[in-house]
């Protein structure tokens, strides 16, 4: 189960570390993807960069939720 998370009195989302993982993960994947030219092959490369980053959300809410 996902609690809230106190940062100063101020409640975030229990989701803002699986966004944040998820963002950390994808800032890499991306360059790596664009350096190689991997997006060539997608119809609309914004459209696979958000499916990437939507992957990589429900890959780390998994992981938060297993420990």
Do not use: T
């Amino acid at each position: 189960m996902l609690h809230e998370i106190d940062l100063g009195g101020v409640l975030l989302p229990p989701l803002m570390p699986v966004l944040l993982v998820a963002l950390l993960l994808f800032w890499p994947l991306n360059r790596l993807i664009s350096r190689y030219d991997g997006y060539r092959f997608a119809w609309h490369p914004a459209l696979a960069g958000l499916c990437l980053y939507i992957m990589l959300c429900a890959l780390s809410l998994a992981l938060f939720l297993v420990v």
